[in-house]
């Protein structure tokens, strides 16, 4: 079976064709970040008409590639939810009328289920239960995940994201967006720091998260400082630490609390590479899998992927009728 995966949920616009038997036979991502940058933040309507204008453009060139025809594709998958609604209405309006067209079946897809299952992409030796720690843009989640659909969520933030207070930190240093990846290009340029930031609930008894306030008490330094390259790389530096020392130590505990040999890391905040080397190093006895560096970020393989994995459900719809969710049907 070739599933076609469609993702348009935020200011990616990713395609992907994955072949049951074969694997992920290719993918293809149009990032917006060039447009969305001098804003600090996704603008919703410019992101819904940068994907009006790409994905046919971005299909035709997946297919050819990839020497396939529209008419071997036997699923189509799409992200229905959670993201911005404007967005996933020109993903859901595309994929189900090219569905329509081509007399074959489509699958909502839930962004967030698609980000947890991501690693399976590549890694065969990932089996289930496993922790998930998904932490993304829009989303900071650990959740049990006992089979596929069997979800016990244990923590979650209680206010900003992990990959949100990334990209805030980062406008206030003066930094490109997305913030991730220019804080630690920043924090690469020096292994120490004369500031020492919270590691907010880091001691606490639960698997929830809060980030608002590490942000505030940064943010409220940086508007203090004469800023310059080493003050920035010094910010950057504790304040990435500080992110991930959460992350990891939340994480572990819940994998040993519960019995849990499995974790996965997934979402955008995975492709850090301070998170990877150092999850690591403090695994222990656990073993932590992470998404192929490609499908860290917002991608149409995942959602390909999780279409297939789905796939033997009976919601799987041949009608027009789209009904996008802009938050989760999974929290
Ligand atoms: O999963 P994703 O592409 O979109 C959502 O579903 O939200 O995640 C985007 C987030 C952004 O906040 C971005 O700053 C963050 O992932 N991110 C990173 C890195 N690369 C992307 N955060 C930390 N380090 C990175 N290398
Ligand atoms: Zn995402």
Not at 69 to 88: C, D, V, Y
Not at 100 to 116: N, P, Q, T, Y
């Amino acid at each position: 079976m070739i599933v076609l995966g469609i993702e348009s949920s935020c200011d990616e616009t990713g395609l992907a064709l994955f072949d049951s038997e074969k694997g992920m036979i290719g993918h293809i991502v149009n990032s917006q970040h060039d447009i969305h940058g001098k804003y600090g933040g996704v603008v919703p309507e410019l992101a819904s008409r940068d994907h009006v204008l790409k994905l046919v453009p971005l299909l035709d060139q997946l297919l050819s590639q990839n020497k396939i025809s529209l008419h071997n594709i036997n699923l189509i998958a799409f992200t229905n939810g959670p993201g911005l609604l404007g967005p996933l209405l020109t993903g859901a309006s595309f994929a189900k009328s090219l569905a329509w067209s081509l007399k074959i079946k489509s699958i909502e897809v839930d962004h967030l289920e698609a980000h947890i299952f991501s690693p399976m992409i590549t890694e065969k030796n990932l089996n289930l239960p496993f922790i998930s720690l998904l932490v993304s843009g829009g989303h900071t989640i650990l959740t049990l995940v006992k089979a596929n659909s069997d979800y016990k969520v244990l923590g979650k933030t209680l206010d900003d994201s992990a990959g949100e207070v990334f990209d805030k930190v980062a406008r206030h240093l003066g930094l490109a967006y997305p913030g991730g990846p220019e804080i630690s290009k920043a924090a690469a340029n020096t292994n120490k720091s004369s500031y020492k930031f919270p590691r907010p609930m880091i001691k606490t008894n639960c698997y929830n998260f809060s980030f608002s306030g590490l942000k505030t008490n940064v943010t409220q330094l940086i508007n203090k400082l004469e800023l310059n390259d080493l003050i920035i790389s010094e910010i950057a530096y504790d304040f990435e630490n500080s992110i991930i020392d959460v992350l990891i130590t939340k994480t572990l505990k819940a994998a040993r609390e519960y019995n849990i040999e499995n974790i996965v890391i997934a979402g955008g905040v995975s492709a850090n590479q301070k998170l990877r080397m150092r999850c690591n190093l403090e695994k222990g006895e656990k073993k932590i899998f992470f998404p192929d560096m490609a499908y860290s970020t917002d991608n149409g393989a995942m959602i390909a992927y999780i279409g297939w994995l789905k796939s033997s459900k009976k919601t799987k719809d041949i009608s027009l009728e789209i009904n996008p969710n802009p938050s989760s049907r999974f929290v």
